[in-house]
């Protein structure tokens, strides 16, 4: 599976900003999709993710009721709706894809291990 982020750019603290995360190669219905961040100076973490029929979702707490993530399995895509982004948004947004099944904890969708799928991610950067 090859992915592809995009949507990524300047906001304003407020504002609002969709990443999208198109893959190609295979069939992405099959994979839970996570968003990961990296700020400068700061270790990969965690974002949000969502499983593969969409049912289920998991968030950071710090992200909790401002970012959205969702899926389109027609259209071979995931996003990450940003609301209310703030300047301690900012990162290189990556987006991955980890098989998945039923039955699965929710620790294996916080790690990063369970992913074997990245994009080359894309940049957010949030003003004050």
């Known amino acids: 599976v090859q992915l592809v982020e995009s949507g990524g750019g300047l906001v304003q603290a407020g504002g609002s900003l969709r990443l999208s995360c198109a893959a190609s190669?295979?069939?992405?219905?099959?994979?839970?999709v996570g968003w990961f961040r990296q700020a400068p100076g700061k270790d990969r973490e965690f974002v949000a993710a969502i499983t593969s029929s969409g049912t289920r979702t998991y968030y950071v707490d710090s992200v909790k009721g401002r970012f959205t993530i969702s899926r389109d399995n027609a259209k071979n895509t995931a996003y990450l709706q940003m609301n209310s982004p703030a300047p301690e948004d900012t990162a290189v947004y990556y987006c991955?894809?980890?098989?998945?099944?039923?039955?699965?904890?929710?620790?294996?969708?916080?790690?990063?291990?369970?992913?074997?799928?990245w994009g080359q991610g894309t940049q957010v950067t949030v003003s004050s």
């Open positions: 991955a894809a980890a098989r998945d099944q039923a039955g699965l904890p929710r620790s294996y969708y916080y790690s990063d291990s369970s992913y074997d799928y």
């Open positions: 190669g295979r069939t992405l219905s099959s994979y839970a």
